[in-house]
C-alpha cells in the first residue's frame, strides 16, 4: 500500500484559496487519488478523486502532476465551516483504504 | 434518509461486558467496510465484506471481535469481554464501486 505524507495542520483565514499537499512517493499505475473530509465525531466524507492532471468538481479542485508522487487538494475561497481534518488516500480500490493522520485545517475569521 | 445508517450512536459498557453495533449500508452497495477511530488519528481498517463474504481482516481484529454480514444487506460488529483499550468510535463504510465509501457517523464507545 502506497503511504502518503501531508502536514499536520495548516491555518487560513476566510476567503482565501487553501492548498494541501500530499506525497505518496509509491503510487502504483492502478493507484487513484482520494480526498476525504472529516468533521469531529462525524464520519468521514469523500471529496474528490483522481488519477492524473486535473480534476474539478463543486467543492475542490485536486492536482496531480505527470510523475504522480503528489498531489495538491485545492479549496477556493475557504469558510469558517471548511475547518476539519482532510486525508489524502491512495489505492486502487475501497479495499485499500487506509487512512493516515490527516490535516487539520483551520480557518480563521 | 439513504445514507450509511450506524446504531446506536454511542454507547456506554462496563469492562468485560459484551457489545454489538448495527451498520445498514446503502442499498445496493456490495460493500462494506468496518473501521475504528481513536482521538487524534485516522480511521484504522477493521474488516471489509463484499456481499455477505468477509474477505479482508486486520491484525486488529483480535479474536474478542467479531463481524457478519448476513444475507448480504446490514452487518454487525461485536465485541466480546470489552476492555478500556476498546473505547472509540467504529465507523462503517460502504461502496458499490470500490473506490468512493459513504460512511456513517459512528458509533462512540466508552469501555468504564
Known amino acids: 500500500l502506497a503511504k502518503t505524507t501531508q502536514p499536520i495542520s495548516m491555518d487560513s483565514y476566510e476567503g482565501q484559496e487553501v492548498n494541501i499537499t500530499c506525497s505518496h512517493n509509491?503510487?502504483?499505475?492502478?493507484?487513484?487519488i482520494t480526498w476525504y473530509q472529516q468533521f469531529p465525531s462525524q464520519g468521514p466524507r469523500f471529496i474528490i478523486q483522481g488519477y492524473k492532471t486535473k480534476v474539478t468538481n463543486e467543492v475542490a479542485s485536486l492536482f496531480i502532476p505527470a510523475d504522480r508522487k503528489s498531489s495538491t487538494l485545492s479549496l477556493p475561497r475557504v469558510s469558517l465551516s471548511d475547518t476539519a481534518v482532510y486525508y489524502c488516500l491512495v489505492g486502487g480500490s475501497a479495499r485499500q483504504l487506509t487512512f493516515g493522520s490527516g490535516t487539520q485545517l483551520t480557518v480563521l475569521p | 434518509d439513504t445514507g450509511v445508517s450506524q446504531n446506536p450512536r454511542h454507547k456506554i459498557t462496563k469492562r468485560g461486558q459484551n457489545v454489538t453495533f448495527r451498520c445498514d449500508p446503502i442499498?445496493?452497495?456490495?460493500?462494506l467496510y468496518w473501521y475504528r477511530q481513536t482521538l487524534g488519528q485516522g480511521p484504522e481498517f477493521l474488516t471489509y465484506?463484499?456481499?455477505?463474504?468477509?474477505?479482508?481482516k486486520s491484525r486488529l481484529l483480535s479474536d474478542r471481535f467479531s463481524a457478519e454480514r448476513p444475507k448480504g444487506s446490514f452487518s454487525t460488529l461485536e465485541i466480546q469481554r470489552t476492555e478500556q483499550g476498546d473505547s472509540a468510535m467504529y465507523l462503517c463504510a460502504s461502496t458499490p464501486t470500490g473506490t468512493e465509501a459513504f460512511f456513517g457517523q459512528g458509533t462512540r464507545l466508552t469501555v468504564v
Open positions: 442499498s445496493e452497495h456490495n460493500r
Open positions: 465484506f463484499q456481499n455477505e463474504a468477509q474477505l479482508e
Open positions: 509509491n503510487i502504483a499505475t492502478n493507484d487513484y
